[in-house]
């Protein structure tokens, strides 16, 4: 069975930070591009960065540029959201999705997902 499994989410006060980590099984993630994603409730769902297949990251979402930054550990199979400066538009169900989309790009579409982990950003 092809999982991925994030973790990572929860409450934080608006300046804070959190990470979030999304662990693939059945498949090995060095070889997909992976794309974050986030839905905020009463809203459609957004991407929010993408780590290319071979190397390199595209940020979708322009209000997170300088504040969320992706990381790939090859050898624990896990890819990583690292959010600082959280601010309250934040809060959503973050997900992560791969893809074996063309080389150097980010997919349009995505092959498998995990069930999101939620953040909260509030006072």
């Known amino acids: 069975q092809l999982q991925l499994v994030e973790s990572g989410g929860g409450l934080v006060q608006p300046g804070g930070s959190l990470r979030l980590s999304c662990v693939a099984s059945?498949?090995?993630?060095?070889?997909?591009?992976i794309g974050w994603f986030r839905q905020a409730p009463g809203k459609e769902r957004e991407g929010v960065l993408c780590?290319?297949?071979?190397?390199?990251?595209?940020t979708y979402k322009d209000s997170v540029k300088g504040r969320f930054t992706a990381s790939r550990d090859n050898a624990k199979n896990t890819v990583y959201l690292q959010m600082n400066s959280l601010k309250p538009e934040d809060t959503a169900h973050y997900y992560c999705?791969?893809?074996?989309?063309?080389?150097?790009?980010?997919?349009?579409?995505?092959?498998?997902w995990g069930q999101g982990t939620q953040v909260t950003v509030s006072s």
């Open positions: 999705a791969a893809a074996r989309g063309p080389l150097w790009s980010c997919p349009s579409r995505y092959d498998y």
């Open positions: 059945g498949f090995t993630l060095d070889n997909y591009a």
């Open positions: 780590i290319r297949r071979g190397g390199g990251t595209t």
